[in-house]
């Protein structure tokens, strides 16, 4: 299986403290992997279709002096929460959003997205949707999200312990090795998880522990610190608690997207684990072809 090589980082920010923790972990991944990094912010103000020619006129000297206002506190936001020997850039766009990063993200050849996430649940976020999720959704690249009220912002940006939920599947096997070569590269304890049926009294753990530790293989242990677990249960309540029992800095995990936009089903192991660990997650998507038609 090739290696996950990471080149260019995109991290879309919008001031907000979500997204300044998302910039102080694009700086650490980025660091640690030798990468560059573009921070972007897109912002969008459109003229109703009832504005005269002056009132339109009007808006665009607006959006101008916006538009350098933003610039200019963009620089400043980055020299706050990046690296200083960082090479990175800064890039201000009048569009949507979702447009405008999932345009950046194909036209630069982006290795990584990095975005903060409000955290909307239920019908908030059905009626209001979500940036991240549209982009989660899209992109070809892997999405690392970091939730509100995650650990202190300064504390985000150094990865000390990963987790990655496997359960012996392809996809299983792909998360594994881009949380393997996150590993290597920033130095972390490695935790392997496999959630096994449940059975009475707890039986089968001892066993399913030991086919997981089988699975590693000999050469992943030399290059990196490596431990498994095993647990029952529901896999993605128990992600979000071995997450928090191992005090882990980064889950990563795997998503089988679904349909020709790429569309997740709500509710899935990998929806709820973003919505809750209590840490910063790094999902690995992998997108079903479109069948062809005769």
């Given at each position: 299986?090739?290696?996950?090589?990471?080149?260019?980082v995109?991290?879309?920010?919008?001031?907000?403290?979500?997204?300044?923790?998302?910039?102080?972990?694009?700086?650490?991944?980025?660091?640690?992997?030798g990468?560059?990094?573009?921070?972007?912010?897109?912002?969008?103000?459109?003229?109703?279709?009832?504005?005269t020619?002056?009132?339109?006129?009007?808006?665009?000297?607006?959006?101008?002096?916006?538009?350098?206002?933003?610039?200019?506190?963009?620089?400043?936001?980055?020299?706050?929460?990046?690296?200083?020997?960082?090479?990175?850039?800064?890039?201000?766009?009048?569009?949507?959003?979702?447009?405008?990063?999932?345009?950046?993200?194909?036209?630069?050849?982006?290795?990584?997205?990095v975005?903060?996430?409000?955290?909307?649940?239920?019908?908030?976020?059905?009626?209001?949707?979500?940036?991240?999720?549209?982009?989660?959704?899209?992109?070809?690249?892997?999405?690392?999200?970091?939730?509100?009220?995650?650990?202190?912002?300064?504390?985000l940006?150094?990865?000390?312990?990963?987790?990655?939920?496997?359960?012996?599947?392809?996809?299983?096997?792909?998360?594994?090795?881009?949380?393997?070569?996150?590993?290597?590269?920033?130095?972390?304890?490695?935790?392997?998880?496999?959630?096994?049926?449940?059975?009475?009294?707890?039986?089968?753990?001892?066993?399913?522990?030991?086919?997981?530790?089988?699975?590693?293989?000999?050469?992943?242990?030399?290059?990196?610190?490596?431990?498994?677990?095993?647990?029952?249960?529901?896999?993605a309540?128990?992600?979000?608690?071995?997450?928090?029992?191992?005090?882990?800095?980064?889950?990563?995990?795997?998503?089988?997207?679904?349909?020709?936009?790429?569309?997740?089903?709500?509710?899935?192991?990998?929806?709820?684990?973003?919505?809750?660990?209590?840490?910063?997650?790094?999902?690995?998507?992998?997108?079903?072809?479109?069948?062809?038609?005769?």
């Amino acid at each position: 299986m090739a290696e996950f090589k990471l080149k260019r980082v995109l991290c879309p920010v919008d001031f907000s403290e979500p997204s300044a923790a998302a910039l102080r972990m694009a700086g650490g991944v980025a660091k640690a992997f030798g990468a560059e990094l573009t921070v972007l912010h897109a912002q969008i103000l459109e003229a109703p279709v009832y504005f005269t020619v002056a009132q339109t006129q009007a808006l665009k000297a607006q959006l101008r002096r916006s538009t350098q206002a933003a610039h200019a506190h963009l620089a400043d936001f980055v020299v706050k929460y990046l690296p200083a020997d960082l090479t990175r850039s800064i890039e201000v766009v009048e569009d949507d959003p979702v447009v405008a990063i999932l345009r950046t993200a194909k036209n630069w050849k982006a290795g990584l997205v990095v975005m903060g996430t409000h955290g909307r649940t239920g019908l908030t976020k059905v009626r209001l949707g979500s940036v991240m999720e549209s982009v989660l959704r899209q992109t070809g690249a892997p999405v690392l999200t970091v939730g509100p009220g995650i650990k202190p912002v300064a504390s985000l940006g150094v990865i000390r312990r990963i987790l990655c939920p496997v359960n012996y599947s392809s996809l299983a096997e792909i998360a594994f090795e881009h949380a393997r070569t996150l590993a290597e590269k920033t130095g972390a304890q490695l935790t392997l998880l496999n959630i096994a049926e449940e059975t009475p009294s707890g039986q089968g753990l001892d066993e399913a522990q030991r086919v997981l530790c089988d699975w590693v293989a000999p050469a992943v242990r030399e290059r990196c610190s490596v431990k498994e677990v095993a647990r029952q249960g529901n896999s993605a309540e128990q992600i979000v608690a071995e997450a928090k029992s191992s005090g882990a800095d980064l889950v990563v995990i795997g998503a089988q997207s679904r349909g020709s936009l790429g569309t997740m089903l709500f509710g899935s192991t990998t929806e709820v684990v973003i919505h809750r660990a209590p840490c910063p997650v790094f999902t690995v998507v992998r997108r079903e072809r479109s069948p062809r038609h005769n």
